[in-house]
């Protein structure tokens, strides 16, 4: 590891897209995706992103990731400010941050075996696994991940969601990432799916002591899974504070409107005074 | 009404309005015949709420769309069972009949309200359109009719927004358009498939009470389809549990959260992540639903149960009543008695 400080620093981000004349493209405005986000994320921790539709949270990872060049701001990963890094100097950092989406099904190739799937990171990253070695350790990945090794060979439309979500896990572990995004990881998958990839995004958390960015809707599962909560709000981070804190005592009046609103499995149980 | 009612369900204060019988539906795949819903009953009565959950898969919306005539053709058929409504059995009528008679009485509002309305008519003209087709009222009269449905669906400063296209709307106002389409020719039941789950928490909120003071004005029976155990518990009284295509267990909503007698009830309910969960692992439930094409023989939950034991290999549980517990709970489990006593 490089530095000893948190693994990502996130300074005053601020991400804006021009609004353009019709005809001669001149910038006459600017649309504010995010201002001012402001975090740390430290190894083996994670934080939780939450808000509305549209509040800015997946702005906030494409930009960690590269994928939007924030309009302000610092970005910087194991020490070294990632920023201003061209395409080229991004492709080594990159290896070290990896992405879960929310539908595991668009995410997969589907005319791509599960065994090529997970090692064409290797082919973008040559030098990280031998080719040799490929076959070995798309099993040993496949099996940590919880699915039977023997079905390296499948294609995507073979499994079931929660499988497939197992699958992008296992794709995003095989570049032995230190920052795992989950941008909205497991939004698709029926509760009793959820709650075993969950466990198992948590026992992967442990042992290899990644850090996590989580960005999620359902407020239940951030509770449950994050260390530090940002509830953000049309692009600005309106609350912050531990996940316990924050769900127990919300001081910003959207939060408690957000947290009002989260449907509770057994409403009788709160009402009684 | 003549028909008489089913023992099974007795938990409805009044007459049904809408009683489904031993449903089966049937979907003809190139790898088989696949037994979607099997045994299905179930019923809803005025101005109640009932509330159908079920993982993906389990059958749920198949429900609906085999009481709508809206199973897809010619893979997808009713194999057999009753849907009895005002005497009449809409399963043994031909299909056109059917929809001439959901298009009045029984409405129905789906996930994904973008999809459901036309892009390239304002919204105004499409809550007319049933005023017009089935009603025969003229433009104007329908487009006042239109207005006041938009109104009373909570759409702020109607009267210009009737004029907008379907694009123009955020994605819980188009849900609100959909409902007041469903509502205007003031419907008995209203099916509501995953009505909020494309939305927002605050505005799933709001869509929520919508549905239940539009409810409680009209009257109408309330058939809710979702899969989060969460969002229903506070609207619906009854709710019937689907896994693999039967309903595995039914009940008052609050004593089923509160004493699952079917295993998987409790497990679903033991999944869901929540505050006293912090710091600990969740209690999943082992493995995945099961393929409809190959379903383990007996209870097809017994793979993943905790309590299975041989007999629950030999023989499809029935629904039935726990011993020691009160009439409208009845789970599809022979153990019941140990997994409430859990």
Redesign the interface.
């Known amino acids: 590891m490089t530095g000893t400080g948190p693994l990502l620093q996130v300074e005053n981000l601020k991400v804006a897209y021009p609004i353009r004349s019709s005809i001669l493209l001149r910038k006459t405005g600017e649309n504010v995706a995010v201002s001012d986000v402001n975090f740390e994320l430290s190894a083996g921790q994670t934080v939780g992103l939450v808000g509305?539709?549209g509040s800015g949270k997946s702005t906030v990872a494409r930009t960690v990731i590269g994928l939007v060049k924030p309009s302000a701001g610092r970005i910087r990963f194991d020490g070294q400010d990632i920023t201003d890094y061209s395409p080229r100097q991004l492709k080594s950092v990159r290896r070290q941050m990896q992405m879960i989406f929310q539908d595991p099904q668009a995410s997969l190739n589907p005319r791509l075996t599960v065994r090529d799937i997970i090692a064409e990171g290797w082919r973008v990253h040559p030098g990280l696994v031998a080719r040799s070695r490929w076959t070995a350790e798309v099993k040993e990945l496949l099996e940590r991940v919880g699915l039977n090794p023997d079905y390296s060979d499948r294609y995507p439309h073979q499994f079931?969601?929660?499988?497939r979500q197992r699958i992008g896990i296992a794709r995003a572990l095989a570049l032995r990432p230190k920052l795992i995004i989950c941008d909205e990881a497991v939004s698709a998958l029926?509760?009793?799916?959820?709650?075993?990839v969950?466990?198992l995004l948590?026992d992967l958390q442990r042992e290899l002591n990644l850090a996590y960015l989580f960005i999620s809707?359902d407020?239940?599962?951030v509770?449950?899974?994050c260390d530090r909560v940002m509830v953000l709000n049309r692009g600005v981070v309106v609350e912050e504070g531990t996940?316990?804190e924050l769900?127990e005592n919300p001081q910003d009046e959207y939060t408690k409107?957000?947290f009002a609103?989260?449907?509770?499995?057994?409403?009788?149980l709160e009402q009684t005074p | 009404m003549t028909m008489t009612q089913p023992e099974r369900d007795a938990t409805s204060s009044g007459t049904p309005l809408l009683s489904v019988q031993d449903l089966a539906v049937e979907f003809s795949t190139s790898a088989g015949v696949v037994r979607a819903l099997d045994g299905v009953s179930f019923e809803v009565s005025e101005g109640e709420t009932l509330a159908i959950l079920g993982e993906s898969g389990s059958g749920k919306s198949v429900t609906a769309q085999a009481i709508m005539a809206l199973l897809p053709r010619p893979a997808g058929s009713i194999a057999g069972g009753r849907i009895v409504y005002g005497g009449t059995d809409l399963a043994a009528q031909p299909i056109k009949k059917v929809r001439e008679l959901c298009a009045t009485e029984i409405a129905m509002i789906f996930q994904d309200p973008l999809s459901s309305l036309n892009p390239v008519f304002r919204i105004g003209y499409q809550i007319a359109e049933p005023f017009r087709r089935r009603r025969g009222m003229g433009k104007r009269e329908a487009w006042a009719k239109a207005l006041e449905l938009l109104k009373r669906v909570g759409i702020p400063d109607a009267e210009t927004r009737i004029r907008d296209y379907p694009h123009q709307f955020s994605g819980g106002q188009r849900q609100r358009i959909m409902i007041a389409m469903a509502i205007a020719l003031e419907p008995r039941v209203l099916i509501a498939d995953e009505p909020t789950t494309a939305l927002d928490v605050t505005v799933q909120a709001q869509i929520m009470t919508l549905l239940a003071d539009l409810q409680a004005e009209t009257g109408m029976a309330l058939i809710l389809i979702s899969h989060d155990l969460g969002v229903v518990a506070d609207v619906a009284e009854r709710a019937a549990i689907m896994y693999a295509g039967r309903i595995v267990e039914t009940g008052r909503i609050r004593e089923m959260y509160d004493h699952p007698a079917h295993p998987y009830t409790q497990g679903l309910l033991d999944s869901i992540p929540s505050a006293s969960t912090i710091g600990e692992r969740l209690k999943p439930i082992v493995g995945a639903p099961p393929n409809l094409l190959s379903l383990p023989t007996g209870c097809s939950f017994h793979p993943r149960c905790p309590f299975a034991t041989e007999a629950c290999k030999a023989a499809v549980p029935p629904l039935r009543q726990p011993d020691g517990w009160l009439p409208p709970h009845l789970a599809a489990c022979i153990r019941s008695e140990e997994v409430l006593a859990k």
């Open positions: 509305e539709s079931s969601g929660g499988q029926d509760v009793s799916v959820q709650a075993q969950l466990n948590d809707h407020l239940s599962v509770e449950h899974i996940a316990v769900f409107r957000l609103a989260v449907p509770v499995v057994r409403p009788w």
